[in-house]
């Protein structure tokens, strides 16, 4: 059910307004054409609930629109990929549901080292990692910014740039905490070379939650980026305070912090990339839609500390075939009940053309979770193979067929199900 909306929040639709505004002021017609695609598709699945007894099988039926847009440079700009889709389930084993997804950014010039900046990420998150994936498991997750950013050079080799931001985060279900975020910010960057710049950053990040709880977090750290032939380095690394107060209790922790982003192009075919961050946070930022891997526990709402990984490449080969591979791991630690979450994994994505106008898409992967709070783990292993055969040229049809299994330390936790989609596409322009 659908969080009703005080007078403080910012409502989803004067958030995706405000996208759109930007995104038509915009220099619309020097831009990209829009892209947009729609579909139809139906998955079988012998357990639908995802349950380790009782098994139910259901057929869900979705249609869906896909766009994305990026303008040209210009005074304003606007890069935004959008998703929406509306279920129907045949045997009514989860209510009929709709599906969003949006990343938006934008900036306008307002004069010379002065703009603003719009950006909305919406996802639908997992309220509780210990229970199955399963649309009744899942929340809807909106976190819009908006706020000033000015620039001002100091010669050719150093920049000062301050910026101050306004954050919402807004969840569909009323049990999990929402939040208005302040967050002010000023860096010094200077060129050491032609490859080599650094400086330092100081931020201040003050969020309110509906709770009643207030999280101030602190952070210095100082940025570096490097660039070599075939490699680009850059991130940050410094400290940061956060204190969290409740109830008129207060918790005060700090510790080392950074973020760090690689990309290396092996040869003409093989790029490799790495990200990783840690951070003292709270469930409310934006961090787990950054690091996709993450998943918050939504019945806290203290501080956190939350490290995060991602690394992989992507090779193409001679025959039309592509193949990448990636692995995560991140944990989150919760300062107030001294509980951690970790999660490793990989996934292997294979693709291959088999003629103009048959491809094959297979997918791999793997993923293991603890929480020592409950002492649970769990193993995730799932599998799927599909084809597409392109009917026209703005028109395609695909089959998959897939397997999970999830294996637990409590029965209840246990689930293998079986499935098999059918989707047609098509791409208006």
């Given at each position: 059910m659908a969080r009703s909306v005080g007078p403080r929040k910012c409502p989803e639709f004067f958030r995706f307004t405000v996208a759109c505004t930007v995104l038509a002021a915009a220099n619309v017609a020097q831009s990209e054409p829009l892209t947009l695609s729609g579909g139809l598709t139906s998955r079988f699945t012998d357990n639908a609930a995802r349950t380790s007894s009782n098994e139910t099988s259901d057929i869900e039926t979705r249609a869906n629109l896909a766009l994305?847009?990026?303008?040209?440079?210009?005074?304003?700009?606007?890069?935004?990929?959008?998703?929406?889709?509306?279920g129907v389930w045949q045997d009514d084993t989860f209510d009929d549901r709709n599906y969003v997804a949006l990343d938006f950014n934008g900036d306008c010039e307002i004069v010379r080292g002065l703009s603003w900046e719009v950006s909305d990420n919406l996802r639908d998150v997992t309220q509780n990692a210990?229970?199955?994936?399963?649309?009744?498991?899942?929340?809807?997750?909106?976190?819009?910014?908006?706020?000033?950013v000015y620039s001002l050079m100091l010669g050719q080799l150093d920049q000062l740039t301050f910026s101050a931001k306004y954050q919402n985060t807004d969840y569909s279900e009323p049990?999990?905490?929402?939040?208005?975020?302040?967050?002010?910010?000023?860096?010094?960057?200077?060129?050491?070379?032609?490859t080599l710049s650094g400086g330092l950053q100081f931020s201040t990040n003050r969020a309110e939650l509906d709770n009643g709880s207030?999280?101030?977090?602190?952070v210095a750290s100082v940025l570096f980026s490097k660039s070599w032939q075939a490699t680009t380095l850059s991130g940050s690394i410094g400290v940061s305070e956060i204190e969290s107060r409740f109830g008129g209790n207060t918790q005060t922790n700090d510790g080392l912090v950074w973020n760090f982003s690689l990309d290396r192009e092996i040869n003409?075919?093989?790029?490799a990339y790495l990200s990783a961050s840690r951070q003292l946070t709270d469930q409310t930022s934006d961090f787990d839609i950054r690091f996709g891997e993450v998943v918050f526990n939504l019945r806290e709402t203290s501080a956190v500390e939350v490290t995060a990984l991602d690394a992989g490449f992507v090779r193409q080969f001679s025959d039309a075939s592509s193949i990448n591979v990636g692995v995560f791991g991140n944990r989150s630690y919760?300062?107030?009940?001294?509980?951690?979450?970790?999660?490793?994994?990989?996934?292997?994505?294979?693709?291959r053309t088999i003629s103009t106008l048959l491809s094959l898409d297979t997918r791999g992967r793997y993923q293991h979770r603890s929480f020592d709070s409950d002492d649970i783990q769990y193993d995730i292993y799932s599998a799927d193979i599909g084809l597409i055969y392109e009917l026209t040229q703005a028109l395609d049809v695909s089959g998959r067929v897939g397997h999970t299994t999830r294996d637990g330390d409590a029965g209840a936790s246990e689930y293998q199900e079986n499935w098999v989609s059918l989707a047609l596409n098509y791409q208006f322009f």
């Open positions: 994305t847009h990026q303008t040209d440079p210009g005074d304003c700009e606007a890069r935004t990929a959008a998703e929406l889709g509306y210990r229970a199955s994936d399963t649309p009744d498991n899942r929340t809807r997750k909106n976190v819009f910014s908006t706020g000033p049990d999990d905490p929402d939040s208005d975020r302040y967050i002010g910010r000023a860096s010094w960057n200077h060129i050491f070379s032609q207030e999280i101030d977090t602190d003409p075919v093989t790029q919760y300062f107030r009940t001294d509980e951690v979450e970790e999660a490793v994994g990989f996934s292997v994505n294979y693709n």
